[in-house]
């Protein structure tokens, strides 16, 4: 694998920065995350490191090279990271839990594969054209037919460490091509930067070293003195043996069960992972999909 790849994390005029975001890699997959601490709860940083170490350390354990099934490593590596948020809240007695949104993309075998929840997002943009990107669970988003219309339509449908068991997307594996470029962001990027510019400035012709900044002091300046905390991952896939490629990551000489990341120290236990109860996570997520089947046919 070959790719250019970018991280920046600002504080914007918040008392501090709840957003986390890194990637992992080995010789033939990638992991790259991003969680946005929610405000107005406890400790959303902390929810945020959760999130990244849980997955984080979990991939580390099942990319020996590759993942062997990506959607269901990164459903159960969701709920995994939820479960220890929760863990986290009930060993310090807190009546009110810490939150975070989440998204995160597995690149191997020359696809991509995401998952999310909450409002962060991932964007894919092609020969300087929005590919795609991910829907948010918010109000704003996705309307319920019939509800009133909320005070606040950014207000989140969900998130990891809400009581209510998470709900998220996980894509199909898009295939990529050399030149894709990546973006997982928090809202401090899109809530002040509309697609279009966001397009337009990561698919200017400046690697992604430079568009990602750049990004992120526009983002800073359109927020003002009361901007939201900003932080991206931008990334630029590029073939093996594509010519004349010199900056960014090249994997091809990484042996096998070596590991690199970016993510800060402090990842949970192999013990503390063996006792994450898989039972109960399979539980959550297959209810979950039957709450999703229910609300699919009265839609119906």
Not at 123 to 139: E, F, K, P, W
């Amino acid at each position: 694998m070959k790719f250019s790849v970018f991280q920046v994390s600002r504080k914007g005029g918040r008392l501090k920065n709840e957003d986390r975001m890194g990637y992992c890699y080995t010789r033939e997959s990638g992991l790259f995350v991003l969680a946005d601490g929610m405000g107005g709860h406890p400790e959303g940083e902390v929810a945020a490191q959760l999130a990244l170490q849980t997955i984080a350390a979990l991939y580390q354990r099942e990319a020996r090279p590759l993942v062997k099934d990506v959607k269901a490593f990164l459903t159960s590596s969701v709920m995994a990271a939820h479960q220890q948020i929760m863990r986290y809240a009930g060993n310090k007695g807190m009546l009110d839990t810490p939150r975070t949104t989440v998204v995160a993309a597995i690149i191997q075998d020359n696809t991509a594969t995401w998952i999310h929840c909450g409002d962060s997002r991932l964007y894919v943009i092609r020969d300087g054209a929005l590919l795609m990107r991910t829907r948010d669970h918010s109000h704003a988003e996705r309307p319920r037919a019939g509800a009133p219309e909320p005070v606040n339509r950014n207000l989140l449908l969900t998130c990891l460490g809400s009581p209510t068991p998470p709900l998220f997307d996980v894509s199909t594996p898009l295939q990529l091509q050399r030149g894709d470029r990546i973006m997982l962001c928090s809202d401090g990027v899109w809530g002040v930067l509309d697609d279009g510019v966001i397009v337009h400035v990561l698919s200017s012709g400046k690697p992604v070293s430079d568009a990602a900044p750049d990004l992120a002091e526009m983002a800073l300046r359109n927020g003002g003195t009361h901007s939201d905390n900003v932080t991206l991952i931008a990334l630029e896939w590029e073939t093996p043996d594509a010519p004349g490629q010199k900056r960014g990551v090249s994997t091809d000489s990484i042996s096998d069960g070596v590991f690199a990341s970016t993510i800060q120290a402090g990842m949970p236990s192999d013990s503390e992972l063996d006792d994450l109860d898989e039972d109960a996570i399979e539980r959550s997520i297959a209810e979950i999909n039957e709450a999703i089947k229910r609300s699919a046919a009265r839609k119906g």
